[in-house]
Structure formats: C-alpha cells, structure tokens
C-alpha cells in the first residue's frame, strides 16, 4: 500500500498576511513533534528557505515557475520530498499574484502539484466581513482546493467566534489562529539580516509554534492534507559524473545560492567551498563562483584581505572562470562605497565600483539573452554601479513583461558578472554558460 504523507502549500490573500510566521510556526511545531518535514518557497527568495532551515534544520527550496521548466519543479519536488513524514510549501504574495496576473504564482503552482492550499488571513481589523473575501478567493478558480483557513492576529477567542461562523457559512474549514505574540515579529526580507541575526529569531520561532500547538487544530491540517507520496517520483533524475573543480564562495558575506544550482554545479564536477572574507587564497580549481549576499556588511574585512582579493584577481587574470552574481559582481570591481561614503578596494577585475549611497531597490525577474541561448533569474538589489568607463553588457536583458531594461551583464576574459541571480538548475544551461565564457 502507497505511503500517504501530508502536503500542502501555505498561501494568503496578500503580502505581509503572515504566510511566514505561520510556515514557521508549522515546521517548528512539526519539528517538535519528530515529523520530518520538507520545505519549499514559492518564487526567488533566498531568505524565506533559511528561516526554514532555522525551523526544521531542513533547507527550502525554490520552485519558481518563471526562472526554470514545469519537468525541473516536479523533479526537485519529488527528489526532496521522498521519505519525508511531510511537506510544506511557503506561497509568495497574494494567491494569485503572478509576474503577468496569475503567471508563475503560488496558484499556479498549487495546480501544477495538485496540492491543497492552507489560506492565512490577516485578521487584525476584521470579523464577519472576512465571509465575501474567502467566498472570492474559494470560487475564483474551481481548480484550487483550499483545504483551510489559519487567521493571524485574531485578538480574542471571541474573536475568532466571528471568523469561525464566516468559515461556516461559505464552506471553507476553520483550522484556527495565531493569536497576537508580544515581539515575535519574523522581520522583512527587504532588511537585510545576516546568518548571525537570523538565528536570534530561533526563540521567536519556538514561541509561534508552541502558541499554535494550542490554538491551531494541528491534526485536522495534516488530516485534510494526506496525498501519496510517490506523486512525482517519476521525474526524478540520476546525477552525471564528475569533471571539474569548482569553488563556491559561502561565508556571511556571500551566501544567497539556490540548492538547485549547488547540485547542478556538483553534477559537472567536485565542490570546495571557500570563504572571502576568511581564507587566505583560492583553491586550485577550474570554475569559481560567487553567488549574492551582502557584502557591503562587510566591506572592511573584504577589503582587508588583501590575499584572498589578489587570488581572485590572478586567476582572472590567467583565464580563470568566474561566474558572480550581485554581491558577487560587487567584489569584483574596484571598490564598494558604503552609505557613508566610504570607499573600500575590491578585486579590480571589472573598472566600476559600487555604492550603497543613495539607495534603491531595484527588483524583479530577468531573461538575460546572450547570442545563442536564454538564461533566467531575478535582479534583487539597493546598490548602484558607478564609474564604469570601459565595460560594456554583452547580453540584452528583459523583464517579466518583455520589456528591456538597463541591467549589463559583464565580461572580461572567462569572468561573467551582473546584478542578475541566475537560476542554473538545469545541467544544459550551466553547460551553455561556461562555453560562453571560455575562450
């Protein structure tokens, strides 16, 4: 007899409902209990996946329907969720908020893995009216299951009476709340907190969870959520042999790299993972990547370490392949300059620098076209490039509607560097990028 285990996606009406205290909450409850559970995030984001590593001591992973193929999140899906006790998935925005109306949203996705969705309400300034929004979001797409309803901020339990008799009345399961929890605020992605600060909300997390336990009804969640577990093993595919050395920078400075990319990079070759800001120089490898993060927390200590930035730059020097990303671009240049002004010496591989004065946020997701094949990702970043005399983009870029947009893509020698977080989940489409720069 097949295995049934629990899966579900945890969605909401909008941003900011509480789709990630509740996820948090969830996995650490589920933690608690001894079930072995597997995250996911819906979209780009790099901090929501560790926020769940933090909760269930398992990494999330991206599934993002805009950035890779419908076969690529059905293999992830089923690699990672195979002989786990259960599955949550952490939605993105509104339900059916996509790049192009529902295009690539948690919706979307719910369809493509026939999964129920969990609705999170924010509830803070509302009652019985909550009936016509729930109504809308049950009857919009008959092709969605959702499975129950979790209200955030409910202040009493009379409270909650009110939201219990509007589930009642449109046909949607009430599977509780999340009562207001004095300073256990889980902080925007948009703020920037580093590893070390992530982990202070371990106590946070244990404080939602245990609030849950008592007020959510747990059990009747994993009950209504039972699929087979062997749904998608089918696209599971088989790791190729290994060819080459490959390095991938990860410290606190350098660490937003999708797992898909890390297994795809194992795929081609043996990984050594080093640190910028620690180590004294490169491994002896063939390819070096450096993914995003935040280096300019760090900036001092980057700049301090004047071997490990001269390394870099011989083996640029030498033909030595690079592929970097954002923050990684960013210690490639000359020199970052913090908020304040203060200038700080990088790599010099590429002319420009980058300053975090005068800040914006330039986000969304990207199609970079080179000459002969696609790459996608996501651009999410407060810097600017300034002083860029010589170099020049080697790729148009456009946006989710189509529309080009200003973005460059650099290269010098085998070096390839931009803004853009490229998704290489894809064996082919790391094999079409390093010919690129091979020269």
Avoid: W
């Avoid at 499975?147 to 509780?176: M, R, W």
């Avoid at 420009?352 to 651009?379: C, D, P, V, W």
């Amino acid at each position: 007899m097949t295995k049934k285990i629990p899966q579900f996606i945890i969605a909401a009406p909008t941003s900011n409902s509480g789709k990630t205290t509740v996820t948090l909450g969830l996995l650490r409850a589920l933690e608690n209990r001894g079930i072995a559970t597997q995250p996911f995030k819906v979209g780009p984001d790099y901090i929501d996946p560790k926020f769940h590593k933090i909760a269930c001591g398992k990494n999330g992973l991206n599934l993002d329907l805009y950035m890779t193929t419908t076969e690529d999140i059905l293999t992830t899906y089923a690699k990672y969720a195979k002989n786990k006790g259960a599955v949550c998935v952490e939605g993105v925005m509104g339900l059916f908020d996509g790049a192009r109306k529902s295009e690539g949203s948690t919706a979307e996705l719910a369809k493509l893995l026939d999964l129920p969705i969990i609705l999170v309400v924010d509830a803070k300034s509302v009652a019985y009216s909550v009936a016509p929004l729930l109504y809308g979001f049950k009857n919009f797409d008959k092709a969605l299951n959702i499975a129950g309803v979790i209200f955030n901020k409910v202040n009493t339990k009379s409270h909650y009476q009110f939201l219990l008799e509007a589930c009642e009345d449109v046909g949607i399961p009430a599977l509780g709340y999340v009562p207001f929890i004095p300073d256990c605020e889980i902080p925007s992605r948009h703020l920037g907190l580093s590893i070390h600060e992530m982990q202070g909300y371990d106590s946070v997390i244990e404080k939602v969870a245990n609030a849950m336990e008592e007020t959510v009804a747990i059990d009747a969640l994993l009950e209504c959520c039972l699929l087979d577990q062997k749904k998608h093993e089918a696209f599971i595919s088989t790791i190729l042999s290994k060819k080459i050395n490959i390095a991938v920078a990860e410290d606190e400075g350098f660490n937003f790299s999708y797992v898909q990319n890390i297994e795809c990079l194992k795929q081609l070759g043996k990984i050594t993972f080093f640190s910028p800001l620690n180590d004294k120089e490169l491994p002896k490898v063939d390819l070096v990547y450096l993914p995003g993060g935040y280096p300019e927390f760090y900036t001092k200590q980057l700049s301090e370490n004047k071997s490990m930035l001269q390394s870099i730059k011989n083996f640029a020097e030498a033909g030595g392949k690079i592929i970097a990303e954002c923050g990684g671009m960013m210690y490639l240049g000359k020199s970052i300059i913090d908020k304040d002004g203060n200038e700080f010496e990088m790599a010099s591989v590429f002319d420009f620098s980058t300053s975090m004065q005068a800040m914006k946020l330039n986000l969304g997701y990207r199609t970079i076209q080179f000459k002969n094949f696609e790459l996608k990702g996501h651009e999410f970043h407060y810097s600017t490039i300034i002083q860029h005399k010589k170099s020049t983009s080697i790729a148009t870029v456009l946006n989710a509607r189509e529309s080009e947009v200003d973005t460059m893509v650099f290269q010098y020698k085998n070096v390839i560097a931009s803004y853009i977080h490229y998704y290489l989940g894809q064996e082919l489409l790391l094999k079409k990028l390093l010919k690129l720069i091979t020269n």
